[in-house]
T-cell receptor
Framework: KNQVEQSPQSLIILEGKNCTLQ??????????LRWYKQDTGRGPVSLTI?????NTKSNGRYTATLDADTKQSSLHITASQLSDSASYIC????????????FGTGTRLTVIP | GAGVSQSPSNKVTEKGKDVELRCDPI?????LYWYRQRLGQGLEFLIY????????KSGLPSDRFSAERTGESVSTLTIQRTQQEDSAVYLC????????????FGSGTRLTVV
């Protein structure tokens, strides 16, 4: 069964600190993995996208890693800012098919001053 | 347009009424998805359109839900005889093809059934 699991479910950190969010998946055949940031009341916005052959991808203070062998991904946020407070959603695409996107339930990050 | 546009942004309706939600995809995007996001939960697939092909309706939760799309343009999601459990944010996303890149989401329509 194609599933995407994220941890932790929620996280509170102090401004300026780093944090790492986890995503484990069982989606097969794997096509790519994306991390989205969803601010409250807004639609998800793409942060990174990685294919099978990519291990690391950065977008500013966001760095995503992918281990396609263990089917794990992480999103590392460096020097967190208050504006990083949002839900971070891991989305894994399978090859082929129409409904080939599988979503995690997200990690709710709160950055406090 | 520059992004995926959804309207209305908020909708409050009485139980039993019908509602229509609209999604304007990015121009040229052939694939269009509708998702539902209940409070504190993940995204739930509803329906998928790809060009002029028959839509994938496998995610629609009941026959009260239907969606239409004319060609590669605007899509409407209709919920008939709304129930309180229909309260959620309805998100639309579009992409260039069925390929797995470049999905762009709209800001969603927050539906509240009272």
């Amino acid at each position: 069964k194609n599933q995407v699991e994220q941890s932790p479910q929620s996280l509170i950190i102090l401004e300026g600190k780093n944090c790492t969010l986890q995503c484990n998946y069982t989606v097969s055949p794997f096509s790519n993995l994306r991390w989205y940031k969803q601010d409250t009341g807004r639609g998800p916005v793409s942060l990174t996208i990685m294919t099978f052959s990519e291990n690391t991808k950065s977008n500013g203070r966001y760095t995503a890693t992918l281990d396609a062998d263990t089917k794990q991904s992480s999103l590392h946020i460096t020097a967190s800012q208050l504006s990083d407070s949002a839900s971070y959603i891991c989305v894994v695409s399978a090859l082929g098919g129409a409904n080939n996107l599988f979503f995690g339930t997200g990690t709710r990050l709160t950055v406090i001053p | 347009g520059a992004g995926v546009s959804q309207s209305p942004s908020n909708k409050v309706t009485e139980k039993g009424k019908d509602v229509e939600l609209r999604c304007d995809p990015i121009s040229g995007h052939t694939a269009l998805y509708w998702y539902r996001q209940r409070l504190g939960q993940g995204l739930e697939f509803l329906i998928y359109f790809q060009g002029n092909s028959a839509p994938d309706k496998s995610g629609l939760p009941s026959d009260r839900f239907s969606a239409e799309r004319t060609g590669e343009s605007v899509s409407t999601l209709t919920i008939q005889r709304t129930q309180q459990e229909d309260s959620a944010v309805y998100l639309c996303a579009s992409s260039l093809t069925t390929g797995n890149y470049g999905y762009t989401f709209g800001s969603g329509t927050r539906l509240t059934v009272v």
